[in-house]
Antibody, heavy 120, light 111 residues
């Protein structure tokens, strides 16, 4: 069974950093792009970014709202995707979902999410 | 950036009746490979999103056949032929042709 488990969320002060992890199981991790999507409290879904699969060169793309502050990486030997978040802002407060995307497709499986709260 | 506009934003429906959600993009979603990367997601209260439809009209495994997707170019529709109680939630369209973008979401509730 496909499983995606996010971890690393919590309370952090504005300007600080946080790293989220997404541990995958139940599928061949290296064959999929891994993506991050966030949802602010009571709001809709916002795409954050993705890292392509190995064949795609593991290159990354980011939403304009996080570009230059957030970095996505992956460790195919451990089946983990990461979201490094730097210079956090109050408006980054959200539930962060990890999801997988088949080659050339949009996400087809999602984790349960982890809450990040940016507050002083 | 491509803007995805859904309507309506709120959709009260009667059990057993059909429902329809529109999603319009600010640019054509036809990619250079000829495919249109438009998906629909369901998010039930308190749950993670679930993909229902990919590439406009392809239903994901396990999705009831009362859900269907259609459209082309810039205009797309998700239809529920007969709404059931378990269909309550927020529905999002998402495009993957020009980077990735979600629509604002449409809240489906029972009258």
């Amino acid at each position: 069974e496909v499983q995606l488990v996010e971890s690393g969320g919590g309370l952090v002060e504005p300007g600080r950093s946080l790293r989220l992890s997404c541990t995958a199981s139940g599928f061949t991790f290296g064959d999929y792009a891994m993506t991050w999507v966030r949802q602010a409290p009571g709001k809709g879904l916002e795409w954050v970014g993705f890292i392509r699969d190995t064949v795609g060169g593991a290159t990354t793309e980011y939403a304009a709202s996080v570009k230059g502050r957030f970095t996505i990486s992956r460790d195919d030997s451990q089946n983990i995707a990461y979201l490094q978040m730097n210079s956090l802002k109050i408006e980054d407060t959200a539930v962060y979902y990890c999801s997988r995307a088949p080659p050339w497709e949009l996400p087809d499986w999602w984790g349960q999410g982890t809450l990040v709260t940016v507050s002083s | 950036d491509v803007v995805m506009t859904q309507s309506p934003l709120s959709l009260p429906v009667t059990l057993g009746q059909p429902a329809s959600i529109s999603c319009r993009s600010s640019q054509s979603l036809v990619y250079s490979d000829g495919n249109t990367y438009l998906s629909w997601y369901q998010q039930r209260p308190g749950q993670s999103p679930r993909r229902l439809i990919y590439r406009v009209s392809n239903r994901d495994s396990g999705v009831p056949d009362r859900f269907s997707g259609s459209g082309s170019g810039t205009d797309f529709t998700l239809k529920i032929s007969r709404v059931e109680a378990e269909d309550v939630g927020v529905y999002y369209c998402m495009q993957g042709t020009h980077s990735w973008t979600f629509g604002q979401g449409t809240k489906v509730e029972i009258k």
